[in-house]
T-cell receptor
Framework: KQEVTQIPAALSVPEGENLVLNCSFTDSAIYNLQWFRQDPGKGLTSLLLIQSSQREQTSGRLNASLDKSSGRSTLYIAASQPGDSATYLCAVRPLEYGNKLVFGAGTILRVKS | DVKVTQSSRYLVKRTGEKVFLECVQDMDHENMFWYRQDPGLGLRLIYFSYDVKMKEKGDIPEGYSVSREKKERFSLILESASTNQTSMYLC????????????FGPGTRLTVT
């Protein structure tokens, strides 16, 4: 059964720091991996989608990498800002389950001004 | 931009009531999903639909049913609401059968008293 783990569970950094959020998954048989952002009490906003054949994706200050063989992904946020404060979730789409996503528990990020 | 809307942001219902949560997407997506999100348990899939009138159970379908009569609309039904169904409910959609992104709505915070 696919399991997704995110480390750390919470992170607090001063504004301007570069930071890395980690996501690991137990089964490398996936279609893709997706990173989401969730603000308190709100829905999920898709940040980046990495297909299983890709190594990384970039959007602005965000860069996500995927190492499928080792079951790991990282989300790199450059020059963090207070507006980046949110919960970051990663989810994998296993080959076995078709459309289903398996989510990690998330990393709560706080960027202090 | 893909838009997924949910009928209510906040809902308060009494135990035993029948509850309808509505989700509408405007991008002609084939797939639609209902999740619930609880602290410490993350997001869990309740039901999904890959076509009109088609549905499949997710991880936690007990106590729920769904309806998809039109492609753009996917309803989650709580036949007899119970206090353990107090949760955040999130709807999502995605196109086709390929490895596409899921797009989420803003969520409905349901409280059952």
């Amino acid at each position: 059964k696919q399991e997704v783990t995110q480390i750390p569970a919470a992170l607090s950094v001063p504004e301007g720091e570069n930071l890395v959020l980690n996501c690991s998954f137990t089964d490398s048989a996936i279609y893709n991996l997706q990173w989401f952002r969730q603000d308190p009490g709100k829905g999920l906003t898709s940040l980046l989608l990495i297909q299983s054949s890709q190594r990384e994706q970039t959007s602005g200050r965000l860069n996500a990498s995927l190492d499928k063989s080792s079951g790991r992904s990282t989300l790199y946020i450059a020059a963090s800002q207070p507006g980046d404060s949110a919960t970051y979730l990663c989810a994998v789409r296993p080959l076995e389950y078709g459309n289903k996503l398996v989510f990690g528990a998330g990393t709560i990020l706080r960027v202090k001004s | 931009d893909v838009k997924v809307t949910q009928s209510s942001r906040y809902l308060v219902k009494r135990t035993g009531e029948k509850v309808f949560l509505e989700c509408v997407q405007d991008m002609d997506h084939e797939n639609m999903f209902w999740y619930r999100q609880d602290p410490g348990l993350g997001l869990r899939l309740i039901y999904f639909s890959y076509d009109v009138k088609m549905k499949e159970k997710g991880d936690i379908p007990e106590g729920y049913s769904v309806s998809r009569e039109k492609k753009e609309r996917f309803s989650l039904i709580l036949e007899s609401a119970s206090t353990n169904q107090t949760s955040m409910y999130l709807c999502a959609s995605s196109p086709g059968r390929g490895a596409y992104e899921q797009y989420f709505g803003p969520g409905t915070r349901l409280t059952v008293t």
